[in-house]
């Protein structure tokens, strides 16, 4: 069965980092896109990041771009995000989630195109 198992959240102060990982098992992962996801309490699931099957597309919500960065090792089944200079406004549960169809560009950050979702992991920035 596809699964999908988010790791690497944790307790951090503003403006230091993180980086999440997103095993991947079951299926054929370099043929899905990966997208990332965040979810506040109170607020819907955001789109935070994509990137392409072979790593070389990506995108980035206006809220993260320039602080994150996603990127895969379909040799490992993993994807990644980078997160720096973190802002307490980034608190939430990371989802990643994975999209068997075509290169979809901005339109990934789109939730509901996605079938697969991992469980989750807490990011939390506080001082």
């Known amino acids: 069965q596809l699964q999908l198992v988010e790791s690497g959240g944790g307790l951090v102060q503003p403006g230091g980092s993180l980086r999440l990982s997103c095993a991947a098992s079951?299926?054929?992962?370099?043929?899905?896109?990966i997208g990332w996801f965040r979810q506040a309490p109170g607020k819907e699931r955001e789109g935070v990041s994509c990137?392409?099957?072979?790593?070389?597309?990506?995108v980035y919500a206006d809220s993260v771009k320039g602080r994150f960065t996603i990127s895969r090792d379909n040799a490992k089944n993993m994807v990644y995000l980078q997160m720096n200079s973190l802002k307490p406004e980034d608190t939430a549960v990371y989802y990643c989630?994975?999209?068997?169809?075509?290169?979809?560009?901005?339109?990934?950050?789109?939730?509901?195109?996605?079938?697969?979702w991992g469980q989750g992991t807490q990011v939390t920035v506080s001082s």
């Open positions: 990137v392409s099957r072979s790593g070389g597309s990506t």
């Open positions: 079951g299926f054929t992962f370099d043929y899905y896109q």
């Open positions: 989630a994975a999209d068997g169809g075509p290169w979809r560009g901005s339109s990934c950050l789109a939730k509901y195109v996605y079938d697969t």
